[in-house]
DNA sequence: ACAATAGTTAACCAGAAGTAGAACTATTGC
DNA sequence: GCAATAGTTCTACTTCTGGTTAACTATTGT
């Protein structure tokens, strides 16, 4: 099931600090020190944000072709196409219902 | 800011149970009864749950108009919207970074 | 008035999740 | 080799969250 990539998107995205992360890899692939710096988050609570966006295939990780102590870590386009199609799949069954609704709002209404 | 709505659906839709409440919602409205029934929870879980919702937005209430113990819920659509923006500007912003990243890995490969 | 139904609220419990601090690994540079 | 840096892992500790049970309110129907 595709279902899976949404849950667990849902899952990690739960917390601020990985949303925000998510935000900063937005704007272009970062170092970890980066992250926590930015985030104010300490060095192993960043690197466990880290983790478990890449275990949930959020965020590609690469070394540091200079600097072999650097991990840089950069977004996966996937999970979010993935979420995209949910909400959107929520979302197309609304937009059957808002025509109906409506009526019966101004049906109310106009009572 | 409008982040704040985008905070609030992420953190009220952690919970997996609350995601399939959503998913059933927009199938059309359905009363609380139903909803706990189709999830599997216990009548005071899903009222939690149900109440959590509302304070997010993301669902609106109605009394049954025949039989007033019944409460009906529905989706409300300004939530979404606003969830599926971010995740466009997530995505903008990394389409930009798509072709300047492609050509970096090719670059690398190509060695 | 009384029993049954729909749902909410409150108190308590258990498990999960995030955080901070200390120790550890790996790499760089002098 | 040694100090410094980048980051990870481990071990508590705390907080938050969701579930259950029991009691309660409101409404319906007889």
Known sequence: ???DQVDRFFEVLADP???QVVRLLGEGPQR???????????????????RILL?????ADERGSD??????????????????A???QV????RDQLGSFKRHVEQKESS
Chains 1, 2 share one sequence.
């Open 1 to 3: 099931m595709v279902e």
């Open 17 to 19: 600090t990985r949303r």
């Open 32 to 50: 970890a020190g980066q992250l926590a710096a930015a985030t104010g988050s300490s060095s192993p609570a960043m690197s466990r944000h880290l």
């Open 55 to 59: 275990s949930a295939g959020l965020v």
């Open 67 to 84: 600097d072999a102590r650097v991990r840089i870590f950069r977004l996966n386009p996937e999970p979010v196409v993935a979420v995209q």
């Open 86 to 88: 949910w909400l959107d």
């Open 91 to 94: 979302q197309a069954h609304w």
